[in-house]
């Protein structure tokens, strides 16, 4: 049974900063592309970044500039997110892309 953790999120003040984490657990017999996404109240979710099997990323662009994605060993990925600003209020969650398999998803509030 192969599960996604994310950890990282929090209250954070606007231009503020925070890193988001991604662990896959279970056994995966290859190296997926691994993709963040974000759920705001009352809105649909939405991809924030995608990071390729060998590491290149695309982002949406409210949050090109700002945002980096990365992976660490296998099917680990990390968001750092910078100048956080008030819209990026959300539940922000994991994907294990391909085999669509979602993490649990973290919060992350940006106010002053």
């Known amino acids: 049974q192969v599960q996604l953790v994310e950890s990282g999120g929090g209250l954070v003040q606007p231009g503020g900063s925070l890193r988001l984490s991604c662990v896959a657990s279970?056994?995966?017999?290859?190296?997926?592309?691994m993709g963040w996404y974000r759920q705001a109240p009352g809105k649909q979710r939405e991809l924030v970044a995608r990071?390729?099997?060998?590491?290149?990323g695309i982002y949406s662009d409210s949050v090109k500039g700002r945002f980096t994605i990365s992976r660490g060993s296998a099917n680990t990925a990390y968001l750092q997110m910078n100048t956080l600003k008030p819209d990026d209020t959300a539940i922000y969650y994991c994907?294990?892309?391909?085999?669509?398999?979602w993490g649990q998803g973290t919060q992350v509030t940006v106010s002053a």
């Open positions: 994907k294990l892309e391909q085999l669509g398999i």
């Open positions: 279970g056994t995966i017999s290859s190296i997926y592309p």
């Open positions: 990071i390729e099997k060998f590491g290149t």
